[in-house]
């Protein structure tokens, strides 16, 4: 907002309501005052009386968002507000649309909800979605112990792993050895929703369901690649690109890929697999975006 600057008049009374809703102290007011009644007119006195004036100085009125530093100096940027769907700002995540489907603050989401973010994901080196959710309350990741082929769970005492693993809303059916498995380099967030939840999500647990965001394409141009290596003769390499696909400002896009190979502690138990994720974003203008997913 521009620096506003405020003028008071001769006035008493338009130095206080004026001086009230631009917050000046109230010393200055007495002062402007006081220098007033001493230029006013008297009984007996033919002298004209003296305009007075009591100007302020200009006020740099920002707004009362929180701020990204400690808010002492006058520049600190508001931060920005966060997307449902997009990354989380450190550990704690503010919103939501797992629970309502809707871009909701958690703090006004009625249902107990868990985000694990890209950036626990990363600090935990989570290659797994077991891996990924061990510290979500509630949920009892890997039943079975370590697994390159399935992630089990259960949720508030119930399994979770065949009808309660969702990608982006939509549920993956599993149903015996036949499982949808998605590497956690490609997801943005993973969501844990407690407590039956059939009203938005149909035929469910009463436990809850895991959501697992995929991620999408950015405003800003981004290029990472990754290579490593582990125990058992494991290699991966995987890459994230992202950004403007023209120059208008309307097509984004993201290409997300990770390969591992190797094998695992259990002998006949491979890791080899590849994930790959285009994903597309038309978005013509300021309030409507159309978001194209996909994975092999």
């Not at 200055?28 to 007033?36: D, H, R």
Request: charged share 15%; glycine share 14%.
């Amino acid at each position: 907002m521009k620096p506003i600057s405020f003028v008071l008049s001769d006035r008493p009374r338009h130095a206080v309501a004026r001086a009230a809703l631009a917050g000046v102290s109230l010393l200055s007011l007495v002062v402007g005052a006081a220098a007033q009644e001493a230029t006013s007119p008297r009984r007996g006195v033919s002298n004209p009386p003296a305009e007075a004036s009591v100007q302020l100085q200009e006020l740099n009125v920002q707004g009362t968002g929180r701020g990204v530093g400690n808010g002492l100096d006058g520049g600190a940027a508001v931060r920005a507000i966060e997307s449902p769907t997009g990354p989380v700002s450190g550990y704690v995540a503010t919103r939501s649309a797992t629970a309502t489907k809707t871009n909701t603050p958690l703090i006004e989401t009625p249902q107990s909800i868990s985000v694990v973010g890209r950036e626990q994901i990363d600090a935990q080196k989570a290659q797994t979605l077991t891996q990924a959710t061990q510290y979500v309350p509630g949920l009892f990741s890997g039943t079975f112990g370590a697994d390159s082929r399935i992630d089990y769970f259960n949720l508030r005492g119930f399994v979770a792993s065949d009808y309660g693993l969702y990608r982006d809303g939509l549920q993956l059916l599993n149903y015996g050895f036949g499982y949808f498995k998605v590497d956690t380099f490609g997801l943005e967030r993973i969501e844990v929703l407690r407590g039956p939840a059939a009203v938005l999500f149909g035929a469910g647990t009463p436990g809850g369901l895991i959501n697992q965001v995929s991620k999408r394409p950015t405003v800003d141009p981004l290029r990472y690649v990754e290579v490593g290596g582990g125990s058992f003769g494991q290699g991966y390499a995987a890459f994230d690109l992202s950004g403007p696909a023209d120059d208008s400002g309307h097509w984004f896009y993201r290409l997300t890929g990770i390969g591992h190979t190797g094998g695992t502690q259990v002998d006949g138990a491979p890791d080899d697999r590849v994930y790959i994720a285009p994903a597309f974003t038309y978005k013509p203008d300021g309030a409507t975006k159309f978001t194209f997913l996909s994975c092999w």
